[in-house]
């Protein structure tokens, strides 16, 4: 099992940037692939940004591509989701997940990820 804790969260300012954290335990996350996704009420769970478990591509949702930039630090069992230039619609719950061990594509499905955080609320006001 692994657990997943996000943080990092708050209200910020549009054009304004957040760094959210998501603190794993219980295994290792080295080979995982891990990801963030977000959600806003009544919609389904959206595909933000993910990074595979070795060296390879990461992959971002359009809407964000060129602001947020996902990273891992394998060392600290911590992933990482740097948002800069915020916009009002990056407004959700942010979460932070882990699956598909030893792949080296990642996916954009929620479903196959394996391991999910509680969420961290991200607002960004106009």
């Not at 657990?3 to 990092?8: A, P, R, T, Y």
């Not at 996704?37 to 478990?53: D, L, N, S, Y």
């Not at 949702?61 to 989701?81: C, E, H, M, P």
């Amino acid at each position: 099992q692994v657990q997943l804790v996000e943080s990092g969260g708050g209200l910020v300012q549009a054009g304004g940037s957040l760094r959210l954290s998501c603190a794993a335990s219980g295994r290792a996350i080295t080979p995982y692939v891990m990801g963030w996704f977000r959600q806003t009420p009544g919609k389904e769970r959206e595909f933000v940004a993910a990074i595979p478990w070795t060296d390879g591509s990461t992959r971002y949702a359009d809407s964000v591509k060129g602001r947020f930039t996902i990273s891992r630090d394998n060392a600290k069992n911590t992933v990482y989701l740097q948002m800069n230039s915020l916009k009002p619609e990056d407004t959700a719950v942010y979460y932070c997940a882990a699956g598909m061990p030893y792949l080296a594509s990642v996916s954009t499905i929620a479903s196959r990820y394996d391991y999910w955080g509680q969420g961290t609320q991200v607002t960004v006001s106009s």
